[in-house]
């Protein structure tokens, strides 16, 4: 299929653009920043520099290209420093996720593009009551913190959107698996501490495996939700102190819900206490996959083990490096 990747220079679309490849697939590799365009070009896409929050401009750039298939994969989280609200870091992310999906919407529609895939996201999203490990029927959280509103909103919206024009939104679980990853300069430097109990439940996801599904529901994905997680949705408390020493870092600290209430805000509150998981029986049931990391324990090792203090492992000489959102 000839597949129009926006955000193919991010954390996923890097690991993305080669699986296409792989498969079979042309692919029109689409990003914000002008520099990027050799990464996507090393990658053996097409570059194409697109705002997806330019509707005319994503209008355009679909119809010249004549894709078939269209993944949605632009997040602006790249540099983000995260505060006490969700909210306001997730800003430009929400915008991408609401008028830049519409807006690649609209576009296939007129182009006739046969395929939709877009990116959600599954940790922390499920309403935080019954069982620790939700799937896609089950229902989302109703009344999230009042800083996570508009980004839950945002996730939903893209959600909806998409599966009415008949495409698939992957809820991915939490990606890891470069040396940027948001988590790891805190987790190194003990600035992300278990909070309370540490019982609230995440849902990881691999870059890698991430790349892999969203490959196989582009191939043969029904219309409708995937949950794209590892088998080992777990509580704070054992995957905090994995991933510390997976870094060769101490053992993160503890402070109670409280403290870091007052510190964090309600968002880390809820992240640490409560939040769910996600189960990803449907997406192996009905793409056929099977993630190479099926839990975070191997995939934290494998990823951060060889990691020096300048940088970790990269799988592919064009995957993005040198950047945090924390
Ligand atoms: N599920 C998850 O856990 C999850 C989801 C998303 C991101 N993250 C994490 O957040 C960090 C940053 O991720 P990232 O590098 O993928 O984020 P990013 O820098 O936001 O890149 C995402 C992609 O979207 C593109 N993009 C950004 N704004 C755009 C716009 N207005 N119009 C069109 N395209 C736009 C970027 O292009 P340029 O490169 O040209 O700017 C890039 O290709 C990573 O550590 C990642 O793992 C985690």
Redesign the pocket.
């Known amino acids: 299929m000839r597949v129009f990747v ?8 890097t690991r993305l653009v080669p699986q296409l490849i792989e498969h079979g697939h042309e692919v029109i590799g ?4 002008p520099g ?1 365009a050799e990464r996507v070009r090393v990658l053996g896409a097409q570059p194409v520099a ?4 330019d509707a005319s401009a994503v209008r355009q750039a679909v119809l010249e290209a004549e894709p078939e298939a269209i993944i949605h ?6 540099n983000v420093r995260f505060g006490r609200s969700i909210d306001k870091s997730f800003g430009p992310t929400n915008r ?1 996720r609401t008028a ?1 999906t519409d807006a690649l919407l609209a576009a296939a529609r007129e182009a006739g593009v046969r395929r939709f895939v877009a990116q959600s ?1 599954a940790s922390y999203r499920y309403a935080r009551e019954g069982a620790m490990v939700k799937t896609e029927e089950d229902r989302l959280d109703p009344d999230p913190p009042a800083m996570a509103r508009e980004t839950n909103a945002a996730m939903s919206h893209l959600d909806q959107a998409v599966t009415d024009a008949g495409g698939i939104a992957l809820r ?1 679980g ?2 890891y698996g ?1 040396a ?3 988590l790891v300069k805190p987790v190194r430097k003990r600035q992300f501490p278990v909070v309370g109990a540490g019982d609230g439940f995440t849902s990881f996801i691999h870059l890698d495996d991430a790349a892999a599904a969203t490959v196989l529901a582009l191939e043969h994905g029904g219309a409708g939700i995937y949950n794209i997680t590892d088998d080992e949705p777990a509580p704070m408390r054992e995957w905090l102190p994995a991933m510390a020493s997976a870094l060769g870092a101490k053992p993160p600290r503890h402070v109670p819900l409280w403290l870091a209430g007052l510190i964090a805000g309600k968002g880390a509150v809820m992240m640490a206490a409560g939040s769910r998981g996600a189960s990803s029986a449907k997406a192996k049931r009905e793409l056929g996959w099977t993630p190479r990391y099926p839990s975070w324990r191997q995939g934290f090792v494998a990823a951060y083990a060889p990691a020096t203090e300048a940088g970790g492992r990269n799988t592919h000489p064009a995957t ?1 490096t040198g950047h945090s ?1 924390a």
């Open positions: 926006a955000g193919a220079s991010g954390a996923i679309g689409a990003f914000r920043s990027s697109l705002d997806l929050l994969q632009a997040t602006a989280l790249a991408l830049g996201f991915y939490g990606f470069a940027n990853d948001g993005r959102p």
